[in-house]
C-alpha cells in the first residue's frame, strides 16, 4: 500500500493477515476434539496435515498487528502511549476480560492444565491464557501492545534505511535461531517441558514476526515488489516447508499429538513466513488491479477478527455439544468442516452484533 492512502475503510495487509489468521485458527480447536474420538490412522493423519496447514496464525496475527499499527501511527511516541493505550483497553482488553471470565465461569472444562479451586488460583488462570485452549495467545499479544513504544522507537531508527533494515532483519534471525534451539533442546520434549510451558506465550517467542511487520511496513515499496516479481518463488517455498513440518509431525509416529506440532522449530518458522508473504502478496494484487470491494470487506472484518477469535471456543464448543454423537464418530471430516464454517459466521456475528448494541446503548445512556 502506498504510504499515501488514507482511505480508512480500504484494506491493508496487515488486515489480510488477521482475517486469514482468525479463520485458520478457528479450525485448530476442532481438530483437537476430532482427535478424542480416536480416529483412524488416515483420519488422523488428514488431521495432522491440516493442523500443520493452519499453524501460521499467531505469527500471522502479531506481524499483521505491528505492520498496521506501524502504518496507521507513523509518528507516534511516547507521548502518544496514553491514548493508544486508551483504544487498545475498549478495543481488546475490554472484551478480552469478559470473554475470559465466560470461559472460566460458563465452561469451566475448556481450562488448560489446570483447573482453579480458589480464588488465587482462578486469578491466576484469568491472567496465565489458561482458562480456555486459545487464551494463551492473548497473554502473549498483549505483551506486544504494552511495548508498542520500543516498535515505533524500531520504526524511527531503521526509517528509510535499508543497511539498518538488513541489519536488524539479521539480528533479529540469529537471536530467534538461538531461541529455538534453545527451546528444543530445553522445553519441547526437554528437561523443563512441563514447568516451562509458559514460555510460549512470552511476547519472545514472536518477536520476529513483530519486527518483520515493522521492517515489512518500513520498507514497503522494495518489499512490495520483491513479492510481486517472487511470489511463485514463495509457493514452492511454502509447500517445501509444509512437507517438513508433515515430517517432522509423523515422525513422532501414532497416536498423532498436536502438542508435537509447536510454533518453535526453524520449519514452522520459516512456513509462517512464508503464508505471510503470499497472503500479503494476494493483498497486494488486489490493491493494483483495484479490487475496492474485497479490500473493503477485508477491513471491515479485520475489525472484528480479534473480538471474534475471543468468541470462537464459545461457540464451537457448543456446535461440537448439540451435534449427534454418531455425527462426529461415522463422518468426523464432514462435521469437522461444518462445525468450522459454523463457528466462524457465529463468531464474526456476535462480534459485530455485540460491538454494534453496546455502542446504541451506550449511545442511549449518553455515555461516550
Known amino acids: 500500500m502506498n504510504s499515501n492512502q488514507k482511505d480508512e475503510y480500504i484494506a491493508d495487509i496487515g488486515d489480510y493477515l488477521k482475517v486469514f489468521a482468525c479463520t485458520a485458527v478457528m479450525l485448530q480447536p476442532i481438530l483437537g476434539l476430532v482427535l478424542k474420538l480416536h480416529p ?12 500443520n496447514l493452519v499453524k501460521y496464525t499467531a505469527p500471522a496475527f502479531i506481524f499483521g498487528i505491528l505492520y498496521t499499527t506501524l502504518r496507521t501511527n507513523p509518528n507516534s511516541s511516547w507521548q502518544d502511549y496514553g491514548s493508544y493505550l486508551g483504544k487498545q483497553w475498549h478495543a481488546l482488553l475490554v472484551p478480552t476480560i469478559w470473554w475470559t471470565l465466560i470461559y ?64 536488524i532483519a539479521l539480528v533479529t534471525s540469529l537471536l530467534y535461531l538461538g ?15 512441563n514447568n516451562w510451558y509458559l514460555l510460549d506465550r512470552v511476547f519472545i517467542s514472536f518477536i520476529i514476526y513483530g519486527v518483520f511487520g515493522v521492517l515489512a511496513w518500513k520498507f514497503a515499496p522494495q518489499v512490495n515488489q520483491w513479492l510481486r516479481k517472487h511470489w511463485k518463488l514463495m509457493v514452492a517455498f511454502v509447500i517445501l516447508m509444509f512437507c517438513w513440518t508433515n515430517l517432522e509431525l509423523f515422525h513422532f509416529g501414532f497416536p498423532v499429538s498436536l502438542a508435537n506440532a509447536p510454533y518453535y522449530k526453524v520449519s514452522m518458522t520459516l512456513y509462517s513466513l512464508g503464508i505471510i508473504a503470499l497472503v500479503a502478496t494476494l493483498c497486494i494484487w488486489h490493491m493494483e488491479v483495484k479490487k475496492d470491494r474485497l479490500l473493503k470487506i477485508f477491513h471491515f472484518l479485520a475489525t472484528y477478527a480479534y473480538r471474534a477469535y475471543l468468541s470462537n471456543i464459545f461457540w464451537t464448543q457448543i456446535i461440537w455439544r448439540i451435534t449427534p454423537a454418531q455425527i462426529h464418530t461415522v463422518h468426523p471430516i464432514l462435521s469437522l468442516f461444518v462445525n468450522w464454517i459454523i463457528t466462524w459466521i457465529f463468531s464474526f456475528a456476535s462480534a459485530i452484533g455485540l460491538h454494534v448494541g453496546w455502542s446504541k446503548l451506550k449511545s442511549l445512556v449518553g455515555v461516550k
Open 40 to 51: 483412524s490412522v488416515e483420519i488422523q493423519s488428514l488431521v495432522g496435515v491440516l493442523y
Open 104 to 167: 472460566l465461569i460458563g465452561m469451566p472444562w475448556v481450562q488448560q492444565h489446570e483447573h482453579f479451586h480458589n480464588f488465587k488460583s482462578f486469578l491466576w488462570q484469568f491472567v496465565n491464557g489458561n482458562a480456555a485452549p486459545h487464551l494463551w495467545y492473548n497473554t502473549m499479544m498483549l505483551q506486544f501492545i504494552i511495548l508498542m513504544p520500543l516498535f515505533w522507537q524500531l520504526g524511527r531508527f531503521v526509517n528509510n534505511n535499508p543497511r539498518r533494515g538488513k541489519t
Open 179 to 193: 531461541w529455538l534451539i534453545f527451546y528444543d533442546i530445553e522445553v519441547f520434549h526437554g528437561p523443563h517441558q
